[in-house]
Structures are given as structure tokens and as C-alpha cells.
């Protein structure tokens, strides 16, 4: 159960800075109708106001008028955050938005801190923590597919399925502790098969979470592409034919590139992110040692390599870097590409045939791209999984195990008990029934001020 938590009033823009036709500063707090008053004219107005409504008036600073303005209030605890909030749309501008706060902070408010508001809606009960990640999640969302499932998880469905288990859980614990009360009677008062059934959908729904964690990534910050090869196979020179304009290098200097460029674009609603590395060789330049050791751990961390082959060399010259790409890379998704057709005598039997000088088949590539980036969201679920989640689901499935090994094997109740009620604590720190300051931390830190 979450406590209440008795706050100072704060304040914040709650608007991107800069200039605009309208900025919106939130005041949340139980003391936020005592300071606005104390700035707000038309006060017969404010005397009156009802929750959910918007009044329009002027922000004063002693008699000289800041701005004009309208303002909504909602009472506690009808609000985002639980608590009284009010919410100014004055004129957009860093001067004016920069008056009125230092107006509200001279009369009591304190400024807020990134995500607070959200935080407070937390600690009021308004969200659970699935909930505020959603929240999080659809303010850096880049994708439209990955705005949809965050919106899922902000509405609930998760949460509510989530619940229903655990509720079973703590059932089917409580039964089992009760039975070693009758224990020289034999009494059962829940059926072991019944019992492996519910642990079991419980273990199928946190494998079916964690399975999407990669998918969740990819909505989250984008599908990533590493471009890999040789040196002037034409690397960089690709990397710029996608983008349709001059971003790399292009040299016939072997070693030019030496750390990677990352660039982004959006291809059928989703973000792609390609990396431009430097070319896989043996050196003894530092400089380049260090570039190449970066090359490793980004095609480690992408979604899916182009290893660029220079045809004009012969089909087969990066056979072996393929063949070692793809031992030490299983799991990412690996795509040969034959460069410099325009060049070359012969038409490729592998790979995808391109030229990255004229552009030749990079509409394809763009297309076989997009396919595999929206083939990698499949298996997506009703929560965007993060690296939190994920070790939570692993670690509550392994309780799940112990307590479903221990029915097994005839385990004293109490055991298989503390087995599933562990299990049903880590699933509750999923959306918040359980948590520590560090954790929250660790989240809001995400959160921009404001929200």
C-alpha cells in the first residue's frame, strides 16, 4: 500500500523551452491556489473557481502585469499528480515562462525536479510504475507501433493481468500454509495438479515478457544497423547513399574512417539507426586498434550487420569475415552485400547485389531493411520491456521453478509457500506494490522537468 506523502508545492514548465505561441506552467501542490493568488487577477474569479475549469486573467508582479494568461485548476485528488494542480498557459518565449516562475518561486513554490510530477502521481496512488514508464516511454517514443503499446501499458491492461496472478499466487500460498494446521488430518484445500497449472501460465507469462525485451528496444530507440567490412570496400560511401546525402568520409586512403558516425531515419514509421564503422583489418596503428575494438561492441549491440563485400575483388573475398561475423554474432541478423556491381565483371550468386556509388539497389536494401526491423517487433506484448523488468521476470520465474520442482518432489508446504509468495513479491516490483527510493530514482531520472 502506497503512503501518502505530505510535499511542498512545486512548479515547472511543463512545455519544450524556446520560442512558441503558447508555454504551459504547472503548479501542483497544496498551497498552489494560495500562491497563484497572490499573482492572479481576476481574483473574484479564482475565489470561485471549480475543478476541471479554465478562467482567463492577468499574472501580476506587485502592479506591473507579466502577462495575460488562462488557467485551469484541478482539485485533489481529481489531478495527474493527486494533489492540487493548477496549470498556466501564458504566451511562449523564454522571458515570460523565465518571469513567472521566479514570480511563483519567490511566493512559496520550489522548483521541480526532473519527473516529480509524475513521481507524485505514483506516490498518491494516480499510477502504478508500469504505468509511470509508460508515461516515459511515450514521451521518447520513436515509433508509432512503440507509442501504441506504451499507451496499452498506460491504460492498464498489463497491470490488471498482472494483478489477477498474483492474487492467485498469494491464494494458493495462503491455502498451503492453512493446510499445515490440519496436517495430522490430510486435509487438501487445493489440488497439486491445480497448483502446477497456475504456476505454469504464471511462468509462460513471464517468458512471454522477457522474450519481447529486444522487440521493446527496438520500439524504444530504434532498429540498429551496423555497417562492416573491409577497408574501401565502400562503407562509408553506402552509409551515405542511405541517408541521400555527404555525412562520412569517402577516401581511397585505407583507415580513413577510424571511429564510428550514427545517423538516423525513419522507414515505414520505424526508427532506423545505422552506425558507419571503421574497417575490420590487422594494424598496428593505435588509433585505428581502438576504432576497430569499437566495431566490435557495436555490431555486438545492433540489430542487424551489412557486411560490404568489394566485388571488384571477387565474390567470395569476405567469405571468412562472414563466416566469423556470424559465429561470434548468432543471434544478430546478418545481410552480405556485394558492392560495386557497376564494376565488376560478375553478377553475384550471394548477398544482395548493390552499388553504393550509384546508388543501385539501395531502395531494395532500404525495403529489406524495413522488413526484418518490423519481422524483430513480432513478438511484442502488452508492456514495453526494459532491462528493470527483464531481471525481475527472470528472477520471479526462477521462483516459480523452485516452488514447482518442490510440489514435484513432495517439498513441506511451508517451503513451496515461500517459493511462491517470493515470486509474488518481484512480480509486484514490476508495477510499483513493492519498491525502494534508489529504484525510483533511477526511473524518474529519465523523466524531463515538467512531466
Request: glycine share 6%; aromatic share 6%; with cysteine.
Amino acid at each position: 500500500m502506497i503512503i501518502k506523502h505530505k510535499l511542498r508545492t512545486i512548479a515547472a514548465i511543463a512545455t519544450p523551452p524556446g520560442i512558441s505561441g503558447l508555454a504551459v506552467v504547472r503548479i501542483s501542490g497544496d498551497d498552489a491556489i494560495d500562491i497563484i493568488s497572490k499573482c492572479f487577477r481576476d481574483k473574484s474569479k479564482l475565489e470561485n473557481i471549480q475543478s476541471h475549469t479554465i478562467i482567463y486573467g492577468k499574472i501580476y508582479e506587485n502592479d506591473r502585469m507579466v502577462d495575460t494568461v488562462t488557467l485551469s485548476y484541478f482539485k485533489a485528488p481529481n489531478s495527474y499528480t493527486g494533489e492540487n494542480v493548477i496549470e498556466i498557459a501564458c504566451h511562449g518565449g523564454l522571458i515570460i515562462v523565465n518571469e513567472i516562475l521566479d514570480l511563483l518561486y519567490n511566493l512559496g513554490a520550489i522548483p521541480a525536479q526532473p519527473g516529480e510530477f509524475t513521481k507524485r502521481a505514483f506516490l498518491n496512488g494516480k499510477l502504478d510504475l508500469a504505468q509511470v514508464e509508460a508515461v516515459a516511454d511515450i514521451i521518447h517514443a520513436v515509433s508509432v507501433p512503440g507509442t501504441r503499446t506504451a499507451a496499452r501499458q498506460l491504460k492498464g491492461d498489463f497491470t490488471s493481468r498482472l494483478q489477477k496472478l498474483r492474487l492467485q499466487l498469494l491464494d494458493i500460498s495462503g491455502l498451503l500454509e492453512l493446510e499445515l494446521d490440519f496436517a495430522e488430518e490430510g486435509v487438501a484445500f487445493v489440488e497439486r495438479n491445480k497448483i502446477i497449472e497456475l504456476i505454469d501460465s504464471t511462468i509462460e507469462f513471464c517468458r512471454d515478457l522477457y522474450n519481447s525485451y529486444r522487440a521493446s528496444e527496438v520500439l524504444r530507440s530504434g532498429f540498429k544497423v551496423a555497417i562492416a567490412g573491409f577497408p574501401n570496400s565502400g562503407k562509408s560511401t553506402l552509409f551515405n547513399s542511405i541517408l541521400g546525402r555527404r555525412r562520412a568520409i569517402v577516401s581511397e586512403i585505407a583507415g580513413t574512417t577510424r571511429d564510428y558516425i550514427e545517423e538516423s531515419l525513419f522507414i515505414d514509421g520505424l526508427k532506423i539507426i545505422f552506425t558507419d564503422t571503421a574497417g575490420l583489418r590487422e594494424t598496428e596503428d593505435v588509433i585505428e586498434i581502438e576504432g576497430i575494438r569499437l566495431v566490435n561492441e557495436i555490431l555486438e549491440n545492433a540489430d542487424m550487420i551489412l557486411v560490404i563485400n568489394d566485388l571488384t575483388y571477387g565474390e567470395n573475398h569476405s567469405e571468412n569475415l562472414v563466416k566469423e561475423i556470424s559465429e561470434k554474432y548468432p543471434s544478430n541478423e546478418i545481410l552480405l552485400l556485394q558492392n560495386k556491381v557497376d564494376l565488376a565483371n560478375i553478377q553475384p550468386n550471394s548477398g544482395l547485389a548493390i552499388s553504393a556509388e550509384l546508388g543501385t539497389g539501395i531502395d531494395l536494401l532500404k525495403r529489406v531493411i524495413s522488413e526484418k526491423a518490423s519481422k524483430s517487433i513480432e513478438r511484442i506484448s502488452d508492456i514495453l520491456i526494459n532491462r528493470r523488468h527483464y531481471d525481475l521476470l527472470i528472477e520471479a520465474e526462477r521462483s516459480l521453478n523452485d516452488a514447482r520442482n518442490g510440489l514435484e518432489n513432495g517439498m513441506e508446504n511451508e517451503l513451496i509457500a515461500i517459493d511462491l509468495r517470493k515470486a509474488t513479491k518481484i512480480l509486484g516490483e514490476l508495477t510499483g506494490e513493492s519498491w525502494n527510493e534508489e529504484v525510483l530514482d533511477r526511473i524518474f531520472s529519465s523523466f524531463c522537468i515538467g512531466k
